[in-house]
T-cell receptor, first 118, second 113 residues
Framework: GAVVSQHPSRVICKSGTSVKIECRSL??????MFWYRQFPKQSLMLMAT?????????EQGVEKDKFLINHASLTLSTLTVTSAHPEDSSFYIC??????????????FGNGTRLTVT | GEDVEQSLFLSVREGDSSVINCTYT??????LYWYKQEPGAGLQLLTY?????DMKQDQRLTVLLNKKDKHLSLRIADTQTGDSAIYFC?????????????FGTGTRLKVLA
C-alpha cells in the first residue's frame, strides 16, 4: 500500500532556531501533500497544501514566512519552522495523495513529528 | 460552518461492539473517511464510503451513512484492546477543487479487558 514517511519523528530545539521536517511518499508520486498541526487532545488543523513545483497554499491564519513549505519533487515535501518559539511546539503530520489516483482518493499519512521548542 | 462533530469518548468492554458516530456538514463530499490514531502516531486509514452508498462492511468494520441527516457511523465488531485509539471521521467537500479534508473532533475509544 501507499506509504508516507515522515522525519524526524521527534525533535527538540532551542528557541530561535529553525527546524526542517521531511515528508516522503515512498511508493507513489504525490503532486499534492498536506501539512497538519495537532494540539494535544485535539483534532487536526490543516496548515497548508503543498503543490509540487509551485507555491504552497496556506490556510487562513497560518504565517507563510513562519512555516516554509517546499515541494521540489513528486516524492518530497518539507516544512521548515523558522525561528521556532515554545508556542510552535506541537505534533505536525503530513499526508499525501497518490497522483495516479482519483482526485478524491484517500489521503495517506506520515507518522507525525513531535516538535518541542525549549 | 465546517464543523464535523463527534462524541469525545467511548468506553466498551472487550468483545462488545463499538459504535462511533459522526455528523458532517457538507453534502458535496464524495467520500467520507474513518481514520485511527494511536498515541504518538499518525493517522491510519481504516475505511471509507462513497456518498451514494448506505453501508459498507470490511471485516470487523461496518460503516453506515445517512446522507439525508449527514450522519456517519463506524461499528467495530468484537472490539479488542488493540482497538483502543482515537477515531476521526473526515469529509472532503469540493472546495476550490482541492478536496481538502475536514476532520471531526475525534472519539477516544477505550476498550476495557
Amino acid at each position: 500500500g501507499a506509504v508516507v514517511s515522515q522525519h524526524p519523528s521527534r525533535v527538540i530545539c532551542k528557541s530561535g532556531t529553525s527546524v526542517k521536517i521531511e515528508c516522503r511518499s515512498l511508493d507513489f508520486q504525490a503532486t499534492t501533500m498536506f501539512w497538519y498541526r495537532q494540539f494535544p487532545k485535539q483534532s487536526l488543523m490543516l496548515m497548508a497544501t503543498s503543490n509540487e513545483g509551485s507555491k504552497a497554499t496556506y490556510e487562513q491564519g497560518v504565517e507563510k514566512d513562519k512555516f516554509l513549505i517546499n515541494h521540489a519533487s513528486l516524492t518530497l515535501s518539507t516544512l521548515t519552522v523558522t525561528s521556532a518559539h515554545p508556542e510552535d511546539s506541537s505534533f505536525y503530520i503530513c499526508s499525501a495523495r497518490d497522483g495516479q489516483s482519483s482526485y478524491n482518493s484517500p489521503l495517506h499519512f506520515g507518522n507525525g513529528t513531535r516538535l518541542t521548542v525549549t | 460552518g465546517e464543523d464535523v462533530e463527534q462524541s469525545l469518548f467511548l468506553s466498551v468492554r472487550e468483545g462488545d461492539s463499538s459504535v462511533i458516530n459522526c455528523t458532517y456538514t457538507d453534502s458535496s463530499s464524495t467520500y467520507l473517511y474513518w481514520y485511527k490514531q494511536e498515541p504518538g502516531a499518525g493517522l491510519q486509514l481504516l475505511t471509507y464510503i462513497f456518498s451514494n452508498m448506505d453501508m459498507k462492511q470490511d471485516q470487523r468494520l461496518t460503516v453506515l451513512l445517512n446522507k439525508k441527516d449527514k450522519h456517519l457511523s463506524l461499528r467495530i465488531a468484537d472490539t479488542q484492546t488493540g482497538d483502543s485509539a482515537i477515531y476521526f471521521c473526515a469529509e472532503s467537500p469540493h472546495t476550490s477543487g482541492t478536496y481538502k479534508y475536514i476532520f471531526g473532533t475525534g472519539t477516544r475509544l477505550k476498550v476495557l479487558a
